[in-house]
């Protein structure tokens, strides 16, 4: 059994796709091939159930597909998985040489027209992880009693003492984002109380904001932001103890490598794209008349849902987290 996947983004759904591969790798007994963003082709190939990885260009739309048509179509394919859910994936499904294709209860625009058939209901009031597991249970094989995110990061060494905490305190929305004094005020007590050391990660944009926090803090900081690739984000997540974040990508590497996150969340839903596992902890303030409200901009103007969160409640959160 050859089977195709396709998930082409973003950086927290390609990690909530993993248990539903390994569970697909296992229940057939296949080889997995899998089609993303070349953005994500090195980072996919950390995943260790895809066999070979295919590339396809973020813009470009149909046109944009042509120049890994002969990659595509390389092998062909006893079933063709679309856990996107769009029109561009499942076109990517449709072009790859497959017997039959599956999309997923989720799928939106006109995709639905590109597959022989759905995988599943249509529930959104579960976790992204759920959610794309029902193609598996579509198939008539077992669920996994505990789903597994199978990647493999190469080992990191660090000369910092435990407890190392990564801080991950920016996103690509400004409404998920906590202010940088309070990190500030978290890691200094947190500092006082257990000798932590801090690991300010993000992107190139995010240098700003970590390089405040981290100069607030002196010695017991690194800033590694827009210092590191996807892969070696994964290698320092996986020498943490604690990773404290808003709903960002370094959230679900940190969550997927197994480091316990201590995640906030203001204007998204947490039960839906919060990290995944028991391990893991919630802090939000919601606020009555927006809560959830999926805006990248506070219609109210005072980003009342993130600025609610007292450093006082993740403090002890944080600490209750490190004992256990």
């Known amino acids: 059994m050859h089977i195709l996947i396709v998930k082409l983004s973003s950086l927290g759904d390609l990690f909530h796709a993993l248990p539903t591969v390994r569970a697909l790798r296992q229940g057939l007994g296949a080889t997995v091939d899998w089609v993303t963003q070349t953005t994500y082709v090195e980072l996919v190939r950390c995943f260790s159930d895809v066999r070979r990885v295919i590339g396809v260009t973020r813009r470009g739309g149909a046109a944009g597909l042509r120049p890994c048509l002969r990659e595509l179509r390389r092998d062909r394919y006893d079933l063709i998985v679309d856990l996107q859910g769009l029109t561009k994936s499942a076109l990517v499904g449709r072009l790859a040489r497959g017997v039959r294709r599956i999309g997923p209860s989720y799928h939106r625009e006109i ?17 992204a992880v759920e959610e794309a597991l029902e193609v598996v249970r ?24 435990h407890p190392r905490i990564a801080l991950a305190p920016c996103s690509r929305w400004e409404t998920k984002n906590w202010p940088a004094a309070r990190f500030v005020e978290v890691a200094r007590a947190l ?12 992107a190139p944009e995010d240098r700003a904001v970590c390089g405040t926090i981290a100069a607030a803090l002196g010695a017991a900081a690194v800033d590694l932001s827009g210092q590191t690739s ?18 960002s990508g370094p959230m679900h590497i940190a969550a997927a490598v197994g480091v316990p996150v201590l995640a906030l969340f203001g204007p998204t839903d ?17 606020v009555a008349d927006c809560a959830i409200c999926f805006r990248a901009r506070c219609r109210r103007g005072d980003l009342a849902c993130m600025a609610r969160i ?10 209750e987290m490190l004992r256990a």
């Not at 995709?111 to 976790?127: I, Q, T, W």
């Open 138 to 161: 579509h198939l008539g094989l077992p669920l996994p009693a505990t789903p597994e995110f199978p990647v493999v990061f190469p080992r990191k060494a660090f000369a910092a003492a």
């Open 111 to 127: 995709s639905r027209l590109f597959y022989h058939e759905v995988g599943g209901l249509r529930d959104k009031n579960r976790h």
């Open 270 to 286: 947490p039960r839906r794209t919060g990290p995944y596992g028991a391990q893991h902890r919630v802090v939000s303030a919601p």
């Open 310 to 319: 007292t450093p006082d409640l993740v403090i002890a959160a944080a600490r």
């Open 191 to 202: 500092r006082a109380q257990t000798g932590a050391h801090f690991f300010l990660v993000g």
């Open 230 to 247: 996807l892969i070696e984000l994964g290698s320092v997540m996986q020498a943490m103890d604690l990773a404290l974040t808003v709903d």
